[in-house]
């Protein structure tokens, strides 16, 4: 479009303005076009190249030349309104100057840059043509022919691929050597001494080693792991080839040097429990089960809740109140408080007399005293004593020799009593067992069992997709280390408050008064 016209004005003589000297009005450049009510101007540039866009005033309609009003007054003696500080943020947002402006230009031109170097690797500019377009001939088969290699990508493909074309910052760290400057002057050293023939202490021990040892002898080549054709071996086995070399020295020599291990002692080989880790639950919890499994559960789930219902209602029963018993009241209450407190008058009557004196004239019982034995007396009764063991020795003797006549009722009591100890010793170790299978007391909670994970007849899903999620992998793990005893019943640690809450009433609501 054609810049607006000026206004026509009128002939007269030009304003004379002091101090400013006479000079022709320079022409005005072509302004290229640009559409109505636009305010940046499209400037000319290639295909690919970069537009920095500029905003440009329109040009206001003036009455006077040079814009100047009857009402207008000096621009250094008009007082502009402070707009804060510049220095921080807060004032960028409220600059409004030239600079400001140049500044958001420069900043959203350097975003695109960095948009263009993220989205392509570069700036489209100097992207090819054939990077940028594809040929688009409306046949398929065509398109595919001329467009070879720029097929579409999978989404699972674009996925996978990273949001940036800008490659990574490469480590410097990753390439350093620590001390590569003082070792490759070393390195260089040492070509240097080479050259005159001069070798390192190192070097020279090693040849001197090697011709001391004579020539290498050729040895077959081991073959290796990739080799179909090598020998196998049990390393667990006694003809370990890797402990033939140890065979033969002291133990106590190889476990102090790290070479065999310490035998563990046999206490450390036994678990404590017998329980498997991984326990399979019943056929009636799996994914559509029978008839019967399922029903054998809901028998097994039924039996759990009558134990738990019997188990509240005994304790309900030992709580109640017998049937006929008189409820407390104050009355009774109070009396009972006050047993013990009240001296009653009946104690004194019930003070016990004193024990009447014995009489003078009442002379002590003599104590009676036992008559010395005659000797014939003492003669008879050891001869008494003398024929009851007499008897006794003979009663036992008798008795062994009538014992070789009932040899066979002896031998079918020593096999009922050795029965009994068998029957003695394998219910011990049944006992023992079941003990075992059962988890130990390891604190001061007892291990519960966890509860039945069941579904009821009109619960079960009829697909997978319609399964339902029961359970939990974590607390069946936490469950199964409690009931193999490697771990102790826990229970959830409980909130305890150190200092009591303190209620404050703040002044802003104490204030309000309804």
């Not at 006077?64 to 250094?76: I, M, N, T, V, Y």
């Not at 943020?89 to 958001?104: F, Q």
């Not at 010395?372 to 020795?393: G, P, S």
């Not at 009722?409 to 068998?422: F, G, I, M, Y």
Request: with cysteine; glycine share 6%; hydrophobic share 35%.
């Amino acid at each position: 479009m054609a810049p607006p016209p000026f206004p026509a004005l009128p002939k007269m003589a030009p304003p004379a303005f002091p101090g400013l000297p006479k000079m022709a009005s320079p022409p005005l450049p072509a302004l290229p076009k640009m559409a109505a009510g636009s305010g940046c101007a499209a400037l000319p540039s290639s295909r690919r190249g970069l537009a920095l866009p500029f905003k440009m005033a329109a040009p206001a309609p003036s009455s006077s030349f040079l814009g100047l009003s009857p009402g207008s007054r000096d621009p250094a003696t008009i007082r502009r309104r402070s707009r804060g500080p510049r220095n921080r943020k807060k004032g960028w947002k409220r600059w409004a100057g030239p600079e400001a402006r140049l500044g958001r230009e420069i900043g959203d031109f350097l975003e695109d840059v960095v948009l263009q170097q993220r989205a392509t690797g570069g700036l489209i500019a100097e992207q090819p043509d054939e990077g940028l377009f594809f040929v688009d001939t409306g046949n398929a088969e065509k398109d595919r022919q001329l467009n070879k290699g720029k097929e579409k990508p999978l989404h699972v493909d674009l996925v996978l691929q990273p949001d940036s074309k800008v490659p990574a910052p490469k480590n410097i760290l990753a390439h350093q050597i620590p001390n590569g400057r003082k070792e490759k002057r070393r390195r260089q050293f040492w070509e240097k001494q080479a050259e005159k023939g001069v070798l390192p202490r190192t070097e020279r021990r090693l040849r001197a080693r090697l011709r001391r040892g004579g020539a290498p002898t050729d040895k077959a080549l081991e073959k290796g792991r990739s080799d179909p054709e090598r020998g196998f071996y049990d390393i667990w086995g006694a003809d370990n080839p890797l402990d033939q070399a140890l065979a033969g020295q002291d133990g106590w020599f190889l476990q102090q040097t790290k070479k065999q291990r310490v035998k563990r002692p046999a206490r450390l080989q036994t678990k404590p429990s017998q329980v498997p880790a991984v326990e399979v639950i019943a056929a009636g919890g799996s994914y559509n089960p029978t008839f019967e499994d399922h029903q054998a559960l809901l028998l097994r789930a039924h039996k759990v809740e009558v134990r738990k219902k019997r188990a509240e209602d005994k304790v309900e029963r030992q709580l109640k109140i017998p049937e006929g018993a008189e409820l407390p009241t104050a009355e009774t209450v109070f009396q009972e408080q006050c047993e013990g407190l009240l001296e009653e008058s009946g104690d004194e009557e019930d003070e016990e007399a004193p024990a009447a004196p014995a009489e003078p004239g009442d002379a002590p019982k003599p104590a009676s005293r036992q008559e010395k034995k005659t000797e014939q007396q003492r003669r008879r009764e050891k001869e008494a004593r003398a024929l009851a063991a007499r008897q006794r020795r003979e009663k036992a003797a008798r008795c062994r020799r009538q014992e070789l006549f009932r040899l066979r009722s002896l031998q079918q009591q020593v096999k009922r009593w050795e029965a009994e100890l068998l029957r003695r010793r394998q219910a011990r170790l049944a006992k023992r067992r079941a003990k075992d299978a059962l988890p130990r007391r390891l604190g001061p909670l007892k291990y519960e069992e966890p509860n039945l994970e069941v579904q009821l007849s009109d619960e079960l899903a009829e697909s997978l997709r319609t399964l339902k999620p029961e359970g939990s992998v974590l607390r069946d793990r936490f469950k199964s280390l409690q009931k193999r005893s490697l771990m102790e019943p826990r229970e959830r640690a409980k909130f305890k408050r150190r200092y009591r809450l303190k209620y404050v009433e703040k002044r802003a609501f104490r204030e309000v008064t309804l």
